[in-house]
């Protein structure tokens, strides 16, 4: 399935949830598809996102933005973060 690529279009969602899951504390997205599928997405994932396209949409130059998955040892991240980070290269 790596080698797949699938584009959702606004008119294949059939609705999105955006709020903690029940005993949590961090938000999740679900994207529920016409399908019946659904694609959840945790808030680090969701915020990265966001960033990555705030970043493009409000630079006068940058129109695109490259985030890799990065290990980050404790001494190189913020408190309170977690070790695996999306990052920009």
Request: aromatic fraction near 4%; charged fraction near 25%; include cysteine.
């Amino acid at each position: 399935m790596k080698n797949q690529r699938r584009i959702l279009a606004n008119a294949d969602i059939a609705e999105i949830i955006l709020a903690p899951p029940s005993g949590h504390q961090h938000l999740r997205a679900t994207i529920k598809l016409l399908t019946g599928e659904e694609i959840i997405l945790q808030e680090a994932t969701v915020a990265n996102l966001v960033r990555a396209y705030v970043g493009i949409k409000t630079h006068p130059k940058r129109n695109s933005c490259r985030l890799t998955g990065q290990n980050l040892a404790e001494e190189e991240r913020k408190k309170g973060f977690a070790d695996w980070q999306l990052l920009e290269n």
